[in-house]
């Protein structure tokens, strides 16, 4: 059974930093390809950021050297690192093994202005 499971939301001020972590279980973590994923009340829910398998890294434009993906493939977890937030990045973030089914159940992130 696949499970992923997210932490580390809450409130934080602008220019507060927060820490997001997604730990899985029934995968085998190394070789999939993982992301993160943000939701707004009444929008759509947008591609943060991915990581594959060997490292690499992509990002959505708006948290471009604000936001860093990282993973340790000895925790099966997934980590989105958060600096600088803005009100903007107040949402529902969400784990997900890229290009699958699968979610965790989500987190949520708010920041004051």
């Known amino acids: 059974q696949v499970q992923l499971v997210e932490s580390g939301g809450g409130l934080v001020q602008a220019g507060g930093s927060l820490r997001l972590s997604c730990t899985t279980s029934?995968?085998?973590?190394?070789?999939?390809?993982l992301a993160w994923y943000r939701q707004a009340p009444g929008k759509q829910r947008d591609l943060v950021a991915v990581?594959?398998?060997?490292?690499?890294?992509n990002y959505t434009d708006s948290v471009k050297g604000r936001f860093t993906i990282s993973r340790d493939n000895a925790a099966n977890t997934v980590y989105l690192q958060m600096n600088a937030l803005k009100p903007e990045d107040t949402a529902v973030y969400y784990c997900?093994?890229?290009?699958?089914?699968?979610w965790g159940q989500g987190t949520q992130v708010t920041v004051s202005s």
């Open positions: 997900n093994i890229h290009r699958s089914p699968y």
């Open positions: 029934g995968v085998i973590f190394r070789i999939i390809g």
């Open positions: 990581i594959t398998d060997s490292g690499r890294t």
